[in-house]
C-alpha cells in the first residue's frame, strides 16, 4: 500500500531518503568517482580481515601501487551497494585523513580545501547534506574544465592569430624571392637565345663535317672489304699448313709413345733383372730378415735406462722446414733419431719433464703411424726413471747412461747404421747437427719436428 502513496505521505521514505542509505547514488564526476577509488584502495588493507567482503580480500592482497588500477570497478561497485563495508571504509579514510577528514565529516567543508578531495570525503562519509557537497564539487569540475576550454580556445586563437602573422610574412618574403627569381628568369632566357643561335650555326657546320666524314667511311669501308678479302686467303692458307703441322705431329707423338713403351720395356726387365739378383744373392748369402735394427744393438750397448733428464743447450738453427722434412720422412726405410729434451724445452718448457717426454712421444707415435718409419727419442738421464709409460707402437725411447749426454747416444746411433740408408736427426745443436752431418745423416732442426707435430 506504501507503494501507491504519493511521496509526501510516505513518511518512511522520506526518512531512508534523508540518511541517504536508500537513494539513488548521485552522479560523481570522474575526478571525484577516481579519488573514491583511490581512498578507498589505501584503505582496504587497514580493515581486519574478518570485516573485508570476500569479493574485496583479492583485491586487498594487490601491490598499492596497482589496487586502484586493477580492482578500481570491483572497489567503486562494492561501496555503491555494501553501506556497511562504505561506513567501515570512511571511518578509516576519515582517520587517514586528519582535520580534513574530520570536519568533512561534521558536515563542513573548508573554503580551501580542494572541492574534489571534499566531494570524496563527504560521498564516503556521507554527513548531513553531503549530496550538496558532491554537487558543489561537480559543479567546481565543471567550472574548472570550462575555464580551462575557454584558456585553450584562447591560447588556440592566439596560436592561429600569430601562424597568420607569420604566413603573411613568409608570403611577402616568397613574393620577394619570385620577383627576384622572374628577372633572374628572363636574364637567362635572353642568354638562351643567344646560346640557341650559336648551337643552330654549330649544327650547320657539324652537318657538313659529318656529310664529309660519310664520304671518307664510304672510301675506307671499299679498303676495309678489300683487307678482309686478303685476311680470308691468308686465313685459309694458314689452316691448311696447321692440319699438316698437325698430321706431322699426331705421327711424331705415334713414334714417341713407341719409343716410350720399348723404354719402359727395357726398364722393366734392367729392375727385374736387380730384383732377381738380388734375390739370388739373398738365397745365396742365406741372409734372412732381421729382428732387430742397428739402433736396437745401439741401445743395448747403452744399458740402464736412467733418470732425472737435463736441457740440452741449443747452440745453433740448422733448417726448420716442416715440408723438408716430410720429404725425408717419405724416404723408403728412412730412420728419424730425436734429441728429445731439444725439442721439448724449445716447443713447452713450461710443461714438467714427464710431460715434457709424454707429449713429445705421443706425438711421434703419431708420425710413426703416418710413415711407418723407424722412430727412435733419446733423451738425457743421470737418474733412473720408474714407472714409464709404454711408448707407442714404433717408437723406440732410450736414455743416456750416466756420465753420457743424448748427444753421444745420438752420433753411436748415427754410426750403427748401414750407409745409404736415409737418418734423419731432430736437434737445434750445432754439435749435434755437424757430428751427425759427417756421418751420412740429415740434420733438422727442433722448429720443424714442432710444426710438423701441430699440423698432426
Known amino acids: 500500500m506504501s507503494e501507491l502513496l ?14 541517504g542509505e536508500f537513494a539513488p547514488e548521485p552522479v560523481l564526476p570522474e575526478p571525484v568517482r577516481q579519488r573514491i577509488t583511490v581512498l578507498a584502495a589505501a584503505a582496504l588493507p587497514g580493515l581486519p580481515a574478518d570485516e573485508i567482503p570476500a569479493q574485496m580480500r583479492k583485491v586487498a592482497r594487490f601491490a598499492p601501487n596497482r589496487r586502484a588500477r586493477l580492482g578500481g570497478r570491483e572497489i567503486a561497485a562494492q561501496l555503491a551497494a555494501d553501506p556497511l563495508f562504505r561506513q567501515r571504509i570512511s571511518g578509516r579514510v576519515v582517520t587517514d585523513t586528519g582535520d580534513l577528514g574530520a570536519a568533512v565529516a561534521s558536515g563542513m567543508a573548508p573554503a580551501a580545501a580542494d572541492p574534489v578531495e571534499v566531494a570524496a570525503l563527504a560521498y564516503l562519509a556521507r554527513p548531513e547534506g553531503w549530496r550538496e557537497l558532491v554537487d558543489a564539487a561537480g559543479h567546481a569540475v565543471l567550472a574548472e574544465a570550462d575555464s580551462a576550454a575557454s ?7 592566439e596560436q592561429r592569430a600569430a601562424r597568420a602573422e607569420h604566413d603573411r610574412a613568409v608570403a611577402k618574403v616568397e613574393a620577394d624571392k619570385l620577383r627576384d627569381e622572374l628577372a633572374r628568369v628572363r636574364e637567362e632566357l635572353g642568354q638562351l637565345r643567344e646560346e640557341s643561335r650559336a648551337t643552330a650555326k654549330a649544327l650547320r657546320e657539324a ?6 666524314a660519310s664520304d671518307l667511311l664510304a672510301t675506307e669501308k671499299g679498303r676495309a672489304s678489300r683487307i678482309a678479302a686478303d685476311h680470308d686467303a691468308e686465313v685459309r692458307r694458314l689452316k691448311t699448313r696447321l692440319a699438316e703441322a698437325e698430321a706431322l705431329a699426331a705421327t711424331g707423338k705415334a713414334a714417341a709413345k713407341d719409343a716410350r713403351a720399348a723404354d719402359d720395356a727395357r726398364l722393366w726387365l734392367l729392375i727385374e733383372t736387380i730384383g732377381q739378383a738380388a734375390s739370388g744373392l739373398r738365397r745365396e748369402l742365406a741372409l734372412n730378415p732381421a729382428d732387430k735394427m742397428p739402433a736396437d744393438y745401439v741401445a743395448d750397448a747403452s744399458a740402464d735406462r736412467p733418470g732425472t733428464p737435463e736441457r740440452s743447450q741449443a747452440r745453433a738453427q740448422d733448417t726448420d722446414d716442416p715440408g723438408r722434412l716430410d720429404q725425408l720422412l717419405a724416404l723408403p726405410r728412412a730412420h728419424l ?15 714438467s719433464l714427464e710431460q715434457q717426454r709424454k707429449r713429445l712421444v705421443t706425438g711421434l707415435g703419431g708420425i710413426a703411424a703416418q710413415t711407418g718409419d723407424e722412430v727412435t727419442v733419446v733423451f738425457d738421464g743421470a737418474e733412473r726413471v720408474h714407472g714409464l709409460p709404454p711408448a707407442p707402437r714404433g717408437v723406440r725411447v732410450l736414455f743416456s747412461r750416466k756420465g753420457d749426454t743424448a748427444d753421444e747416444l745420438i752420433r753411436q ?5 748401414p750407409a745409404g740408408r736415409p737418418i734423419v736427426v731432430i736437434s737445434s745443436d750445432r754439435e749435434v747437427a755437424d757430428g751427425v752431418r759427417r756421418h751420412g745423416a740429415y740434420p733438422m732442426g727442433a722448429d720443424s719436428l714442432l710444426r710438423r707435430l701441430s699440423r698432426s
Not at 652537318?207 to 664529309?212: L, T
Open 6 to 19: 504519493p511521496p509526501g505521505d510516505r513518511p518512511d521514505q522520506e526518512a531512508a531518503v534523508s540518511d
Open 151 to 157: 584558456a585553450a580556445q584562447l591560447r588556440d586563437a
Open 207 to 212: 652537318q657538313a663535317a659529318q656529310k664529309r
Open 337 to 351: 733419431i730425436v734429441d728429445g729434451y731439444n725439442v721439448t724445452k724449445r716447443g713447452f718448457a713450461e710443461m
Open 413 to 417: 746411433l748415427v754410426r750403427g747404421e
